[in-house]
Structures are given as C-alpha cells and as structure tokens.
C-alpha cells in the first residue's frame, strides 16, 4: 500500500544518491515527485525555489529548463549552460538530485558535466525522430535516468519509438511522462489529456513508471489539483509539477506554475491510492464487481450482435428497394433520441455520441456486406 499521505521525507532521504547507481534507482521511489520552476532564470530564484521545495519534505528530485524550446522566436529560450552551476549549488544546498531536459547532444553533454542526474526529453523532442535519434546515440553508454515526454501530437508510436530509441541506446532506466497533446479548439486545457492514449502507453509498457504533467495539461493553476488527482486515481507513479518561488512573475510558463507552499496543499489534498489492494476481503468485495462487470460487457457484446443482425436485415429490404445505406435523418433522430435518454441515465452526451458513432459506423459496415454481396 502507498498509503494515503504523501509524507515522503524520510523515505526519500534515504534514497537520494550521491552516487550514479542510486540515481538510477530513484525512479523506484512511490510517489515520485519531481518539482521546480518551468525555466531556471537567475541563481536566486533557482536556489530560493529548490531550498522552499526541499523545506515541504515532499520533493525527490528538483526540475528547471536550461534550454526551453519555445514555439515562436522572441520568447525566453532560456539561460542556458550559464544555469547548470546553479542547480548543482542548489543540490549541494538540498541535497536533492536534479533533472533537466536536453533535446540535443551537445545539451546532454553540457548537462552531464554538470553533475545533472536525470535528464528528460521534452514533447517537441519526442515528435521529432531524428532529434531523439541524436540524443539517443550520445546516450550510449551513460548511466543516467531518462524520462521520456509524450509527443506534442496525439501520436503513440512517436512515444513508443522515442521510448524504443533510447532503450536501444542502453538506457536502463526509462520513465513515461504524460503531459497531455495540443489539440485544436480544445478550450479547457493547454493540452488536452487524452487519458485513453495515456493508459493504452501504461498498458503497453506496464513495467515503466508512469508520471504525470499536470502543469503543461492545465495551463492553469485551478485544474492541477483535479488532474493530479485523476492520474493518482489511474495508478501512475509520479509527478512532474512546476514551481516557482514568485510565479506570476515568471519568465516562462507563468500562468501555471504554483508556490513552493501551495504544492505542499497540493500534495497533501491528494488521495494517494493504489493498485494493489492488501486486504482479503476487498480484495474479494472488488473480484465480486469485476464478475459483475465481465456479465454486464457480455450482455452488451449480445445486444450488439442483435442490433447488427436487425441492421443486416434492414441492409436486406434497403437492397431490395434501392434504398441508400445512410440517411441522415434517421440517423439525427437515433442520435437525438439517445442522447437524451443517456442523459436521464447519467451518461455524458460526449460519451453517448461516440458511442453511437462507433455503433453506427460499425452497423454501416454490416449493411454495406449485406447490400453489395453477390449472388
Ligand atoms: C517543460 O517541462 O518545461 C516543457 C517544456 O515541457 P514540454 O516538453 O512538455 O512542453
Ligand atoms: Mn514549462
């Protein structure tokens, strides 16, 4: 059992490496959290930060960009090399490890001079193969830990093959991190979850930790609590959170980070779960669901294959009258109608609609066997 409070100090104390193979261990660590400012800006705002984050006994490893890949030219692009013996004092002063991202070899090497010890490759790296190939290749025979952020594009095997360059590098230990994918007119976030494609990663590569973003998800301050909390509830491993000792005033990245203090609530107010329940007797409650729940899919996969069959004989009669497969009406009222009985049901119209949408292309594809077969 994780437990349900995130009071980590003690356990953490124990494992912070001075040496490389206890860094490599670090990513172990249940709930690993990871914390900094989004960008290292001055050697005081890099100090006060990790000394505040180290005072909350909550933080394993302190995080701050070195180089920050921005979108458009003109924005801070970060203070480069100059920060790392920042951050190396700010080590030495917390006696916490640190971890930055590099997106080039050169970067990797400056970073590795400087005693980092744990690099992450960021979300623009990880859509770009010849770039992870770059850092890959320059990872071969060094001993650190890698983190590996999803694409910025809702693309799983760009972050399945970014993950499968560095492995073949030799890299022993490889982390997920989620940190949501741009989308278009998605309002609510800066980048949208997409939990599926989240959890269909986490299923692929089940021995892997799996941390969460939260702040380049929200974009904001008010939603990171929520998502946090989401990611807990789906059994990730960790968090990677940004913090800033003034974050309004912030050089990058202002609107999401939060105080060194605020995280602290924030980890508190979070409800630590895990997957493994220890007791029997849950254990047997929640087998007793389950069952219930495989009946209730079987039940679904029957009425399915009566409302395919019912489809095929309407393919039947629209075949014999020469009537087309699709029409948009019917298929407006099916939609109208299911949705507001969805919503009596407590069911999201999100939900109902794609759904149906699956359901409707799928007794498409039935209809379309049933009209165009021959004989
Ligand atoms: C960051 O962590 O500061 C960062 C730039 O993240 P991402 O690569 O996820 O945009
Ligand atoms: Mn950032």
């Known amino acids: 059992m994780r437990g349900n409070t995130c009071n980590n100090q003690n356990k953490s104390m124990e494992i912070f490496p001075t040496d490389k193979q206890r860094t490599v261990e670090l990513l172990n660590k249940r709930p690993l959290i990871i914390s900094g400012p989004c960008s290292a800006e001055t050697e005081e705002q890099v100090i ?143 980048n949208a979850p997409m939990w599926q494609l989240a959890i269909e990663m986490k299923r692929r590569f089940p021995e892997l930790p799996f941390i969460i973003d939260p702040s380049h998800i929200c974009g904001n301050r008010h939603m990171l609590q929520e998502i946090t909390q989401n990611a807990i509830d789906l059994d990730y491993d960790g968090v990677i959170i940004e913090s800033h000792i003034d974050p309004d005033n912030a050089w990058s990245d202002a609107a999401q980070q939060i105080t060194p203090a605020r995280l602290k609530q924030l980890l508190e107010d979070i409800v630590w779960r895990t997957e493994h329940i220890t007791s029997e007797e849950l254990h047997e409650q929640l087998e007793k669901l389950r069952r219930q729940i495989d009946r209730l899919d079987d039940e679904i996969l029957q009425l399915l294959h009566h409302r395919m069959k019912i489809s095929e004989q309407i393919g039947l009669y629209k075949k014999e009258h020469d009537i087309t497969i699709l029409q948009t009406e019917r298929w407006n009222q099916i939609l109208a109608r299911v949705c507001r009985n969805g919503e009596k049901a407590g069911l999201s119209k999100e939900f109902i609609t794609q759904y149906f949408d699956a359901i409707h292309m799928e007794s498409i594809k039935h209809q379309d066997a049933v009209m165009n077969e021959h004989g």
């Open 48 to 190: 006060q930060t990790a000394l505040q984050l180290k005072q909350t006994g909550k933080v394993d490893v302190l995080r701050a960009g070195i180089w920050k890949p921005r979108t458009r030219p003109g924005n801070f692009e970060g203070v480069g090399t100059a920060g790392l013996p920042w951050l190396q004092k700010a080590k030495e002063l917390t006696e916490l490890p640190f971890a930055v991202e590099v997106a080039t070899a050169r970067q990797l090497e400056e970073a590795l001079k400087h005693e980092t010890d744990i690099v992450w490759i960021g979300a623009r790296t990880t859509a770009n193969p010849f770039s992870v190939q770059e850092v890959a290749d320059a990872l071969r025979g060094v001993d650190i830990p890698v983190l590996i952020k999803n694409p910025v594009n809702p693309d799983m095997e760009l972050w399945t093959g970014a993950l499968e360059r560095v492995l073949k590098a030799g890299v022993q230990k490889v982390a997920l991190v989620h940190r949501g994918f741009s989308s278009y007119g998605d309002a609510d976030f800066r």
